[in-house]
């Protein structure tokens, strides 16, 4: 079965309906999302997504995760519990934000500071739309105080090299939308970031600038 594309509209309803069928069920606990799920759940302009990160601390939710994939048309593994091993070393109950509550089960989403810091220890290039949507979120322009951040959350850790780039990149090109970073001429910079990465040298990060100088006020 081919995974289904969810819109951000599409992601809040299932799981709000897992938050309300919990509930009903008398269950109590927590159900935390990260990446992809929960910047679409404070982004509606976001891209879809194909899963849900994310862990859930209730015993029973797997028998609703299987109601809801059968409900939805979603693939079984819909809901991607491994994805606990990706939050971050140090984030305690300030790290999260309360989206739906229903009876004693809640839905609560990363905060912005980690799932940039997370999105920035993941490095992926189809994390970039979501490093620049998070940094404008959090209207940070300057590369040090992005580093910061990830190192509140990743002590003892630094940036890896292509992370640089990714933030570089999204600090650059003053793209700000998935659809802006899908102009040709930052797909091709984006791709010569991957190259270099690979073994390809090319000055990808420097010439952003060049190309889309910021605006002046």
Same mark, same amino acid.
């Given at each position: ?10 992601? &809040? ?7 309300? &069928? ?23 302009? $976001?891209?879809?997504?194909?899963? !849900? ?59 912005? *500071?980690? +799932? ?9 290039? $189809? ?14 322009? *300057? ?8 190192? %509140? ?13 990714r933030l570089k990149f999204a600090l650059e090109s003053n793209a700000q939308t ?7 001429? +930052?797909?091709?910079?984006? &791709?010569? !970031? ?20 910021? %605006?002046?006020?």
């Amino acid at each position: 079965m081919t995974a289904r594309v969810l819109s951000p509209n599409e992601v &809040r309803e299932i799981l709000t309906e897992l938050v309300k &069928r919990l509930a009903v069920r008398g269950s109590a606990g927590a159900i935390h999302v990260i990446g992809g799920a929960a910047i679409a759940l404070i982004n509606p302009d $976001r891209v879809a997504t194909q899963d !849900v990160d994310g862990f859930i601390r209730i015993a029973d939710a797997q028998d609703v995760l299987d109601e809801l994939a059968r409900d939805y048309g979603l693939t079984p593994d819909w809901f991607n519990w491994r994805a606990q091993g990706l939050q971050p070393p140090i984030g305690g109950p300030e790290m999260w934000h309360e989206v739906v509550r229903e009876g004693s089960v809640v839905l609560q989403v990363a905060n912005t *500071d980690a +799932l940039l810091a997370m999105k920035l220890n993941a490095a992926r290039a $189809r994390d970039t739309a979501d490093i620049a949507w998070l940094l404008g979120a959090l209207k940070i322009t *300057d590369f040090e105080v992005a580093e910061r951040i990830f190192e %509140e959350y990743y002590p003892g850790d630094a940036l890896k090299p292509v992370a640089q780039e990714r933030l570089k990149f999204a600090l650059e090109s003053n793209a700000q939308t998935a659809d802006e970073l899908r102009r040709p001429e +930052l797909v091709r910079a984006l &791709r010569e !970031v991957d190259d270099y990465y690979r073994g390809q040298p090319a000055p990808a990060s420097e010439a952003i600038a060049e190309m889309y100088p910021p %605006e002046e006020h």
